[in-house]
């Protein structure tokens, strides 16, 4: 079975290329490189051991998608390659519509011409919105309050139409919570383009000196602490989640939640950082973000039922790996 992985060089992709060909899969990477870095297909190919064909091109270019397409016999397309910073997404909303829809429909529609009938979606917890905790696939999405967001909810809703009017192409929909940590072997993991605006990055980050104290956004939200509850689930369970939707084969459109169902505060996470790794993390009290919620965590029971995918690794699992890569950074990205 061979896969084409749009965005295979960045966080998520290269991780689901490694649990792809763990799993017996082949994979094709299609990046443009523009949040991602080539060092990243070197290092998925020693960690495999697997030659892996990459092609540096905008999916929103669909004579260069279907020159993909008719290169190779593909099975499937999983499409993580967009945008994903959600500041960014403010002051650019335009690129980030024409980036994260166009290449949705661009590899959509190559996939009927092709006669492609397995599609998987990158989707966000953040179509949620302001829901009540534990988001339920079921719930009916709030609008979220910034263009990144909206485009994941236009592009759950495109996949659906398509999927409807065409019976034979299945579409899953996955929601990933907060995705942190990196592959056990240290050679790949988040590269964030500048200073880190998630929390693990910065506080590996501040572990290493490269930022001074982390700034807690808020600590007067309705939570345990006072502050923010995510659900933080390790790269590679996500990754495994992937394969999951693949494997299952299941007809028409699919919604699973890929998160862990434990919801981890600020200071929960900050602790287990410092108990994982023996590291003190500074912090300071600011205030509130602009657009952050209080709490976000999943049910994850539709996945453990119709998948049989449950997230393995812990949240200490998560803090020793993701400063593994930290550590490892400068040496395998020169
Ligand atoms: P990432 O930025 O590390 O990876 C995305 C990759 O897509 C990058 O390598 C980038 O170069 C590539 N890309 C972007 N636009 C492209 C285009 N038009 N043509 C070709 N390549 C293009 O991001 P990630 O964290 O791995 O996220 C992958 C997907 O998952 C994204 O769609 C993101 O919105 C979604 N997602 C991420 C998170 C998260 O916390 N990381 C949470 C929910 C959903
Ligand atoms: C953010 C995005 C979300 C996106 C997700 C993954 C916003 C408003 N939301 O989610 O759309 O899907 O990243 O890319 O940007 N925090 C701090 N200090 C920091 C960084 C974060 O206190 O320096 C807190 C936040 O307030 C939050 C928690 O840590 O409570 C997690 O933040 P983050 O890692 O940015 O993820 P989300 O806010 O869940």
């Known amino acids: 079975m061979n896969i084409l992985v749009t965005g295979g060089t960045g966080y998520i992709g290269s991780h689901t290329c490694i649990a792809l060909i763990d799993a017996g899969y082949s994979v094709v990477v299609a990046d443009n490189l523009s949040n991602s870095k080539r ?17 540096e091109i905008d999916v929103t270019d669909k004579q ?13 397309v999983i499409h993580f390659a967009g945008l994903k910073a959600v500041g960014e997404s403010i002051k650019k909303p335009s690129t980030y519509y ?8 661009v ?11 397995q599609f998987v979606f990158s989707s966000s917890a953040t179509v949620y919105g302001e829901n009540e905790v534990p988001f339920v696939e079921t719930m009916d999405l709030l609008p979220t309050t910034n263009p990144y967001g909206e485009t994941k909810s236009i592009c759950e809703r495109i996949l659906k139409d398509i999927a409807q009017a065409n019976p034979s192409f299945s579409v899953s929909l996955l929601r990933y919570f907060n995705p942190v940590g990196a592959h056990e072997s240290g050679l790949i993991g988040e590269i964030p383009n500048g200073p880190p605006n998630n929390l693990m990055p910065y506080i590996t980050q501040v572990a290493i000196g490269k930022q001074g104290k982390l ?3 808020g600590n007067d939200y309705p939570t345990i602490d006072g502050t923010g509850i995510r659900d933080y689930v390790h790269v590679m369970d996500l990754a495994e989640g992937h394969v999951a939707a693949l494997t299952s084969k299941r007809e028409g459109v699919q919604i699973y ?10 200071l929960q996470l900050v602790r287990a950082f410092e108990e994982s790794t023996g590291i003190k993390i500074s912090y300071e009290m600011v205030d509130c973000r602009p657009g952050d919620i209080a709490a976000c965590y999943a049910d994850v029971q539709k996945a453990r039922r119709e998948l049989g995918w449950v997230a393995k690794r812990d949240l200490k699992t998560m803090c020793r790996d993701a400063w593994r890569f930290e550590r490892n950074y400068d040496q395998v990205l020169k």
Do not use: M
């Not at 939640?257 to 600020?266: A, C, H, R």
């Open 39 to 55: 060092e990243t297909i070197e290092n998925i190919k020693y960690i495999t051991g697997q030659d892996i064909p990459f092609y």
């Open 64 to 76: 260069a998608v279907e020159c993909i397409f008719r290169k190779h016999k593909l099975n499937g």
């Open 98 to 105: 024409e980036n994260n829809i166009i290449s949705t429909l």
């Open 107 to 117: 590899l959509a529609k190559a996939c009927l011409k092709f006669g492609i009938n």
């Open 215 to 217: 700034k807690i956004f």
């Open 257 to 266: 939640n890929l998160g862990t169902g434990q919801g981890t505060s600020v």
